[in-house]
């Protein structure tokens, strides 16, 4: 198959499922209703895995989902998604640190759901009051990797990621006054985090941090193989990428 489908205005890269285990994810700002219609309908038709469209406002959603049938729409994650994929054993915590951190956390635990991962939600357990994470301490340790969203000074992911072993998604939101700078100040503190491995995302990027949690599903899915060389007698589902 031509790894790209030419539709005029956008190239669709229909190759990406078989090199990464995902259709290409369509970013819905600055493209028109007919356009986004266009690459899902190409996408729905060439690959078989879920189809998200992301930052869709809830007007351009229900005018694309009017011309292709079958979609869902999260108007809190601001996600469109089509053939979302079947749950793997995977469950990934997504933390704020504030209620005003929400729309961030809405796509990231959107995004993870649709890709098939298992989301749990912790909200509002902010540094202001230490006890609150304390309190969830057990259930972040219980997930397989954390997502941790926070915004001001983002001490939370520093916190977090001195409380659990398991991987920790970082991202800093645009949530605070002057001197958060609309999120820089978050993100410089994420980045020189004395809690270290941490892995930073950009700024209220909900959606990447959910694929850096899928991505470390994929890493660790992958089969296992005996002295000969063989593999183990898990079955690989490949369409989500997870054995059983």
């Known amino acids: 198959m031509n790894e790209a489908f030419d539709l005029g205005y956008a190239r669709v890269d229909l190759g990406r499922e078989a090199r990464q285990g995902l259709p290409e994810i369509v970013y819905g700002p600055g493209k028109r209703v007919s356009e986004i219609a266009g690459i899902v309908t190409a996408l729905l038709g060439r690959n078989t895995g879920p189809v998200l469209v992301t930052r869709v406002e809830p007007g351009t959603a229900a005018a694309v989902g009017a011309l292709v049938s079958g979609g869902a729409y999260d108007p809190d994650a601001r996600l469109l998604v089509w053939r979302p994929a079947q749950p793997v054993e995977h469950t990934v915590a997504v933390v704020t640190a504030g209620t005003a951190d929400g729309p961030v956390a809405a796509e990231a635990a959107a995004v993870a759901s ?102 470390l599903t994929r890493r660790a899915s992958r089969p296992q193989t005996g002295p000969a060389g063989e593999e183990s007698p898990r079955t690989a589902d490949t369409t989500t990428g997870a054995y059983r």
């Open 114 to 215: 649709a890709l098939g991962l298992r989301t749990v939600m912790v909200r509002d357990v902010g540094v202001a009051g230490l006890h609150r994470v304390l309190a969830a301490a057990d259930d972040l340790r219980a997930a397989d990797s954390v997502i941790v969203i926070a915004g001001m000074e983002g001490a939370l992911a520093s916190v977090v990621g001195g409380l659990v072993e398991t991987p920790v998604i970082a991202v800093p939101t645009s949530t605070g006054y002057g001197a958060a700078l609309e999120g820089v100040t978050a993100l410089l503190a994420m980045l020189t985090s004395c809690a270290a491995g941490l892995t930073v995302v950009n700024i209220d990027s909900g959606f990447g941090a959910a694929l850096a949690a899928y991505r």
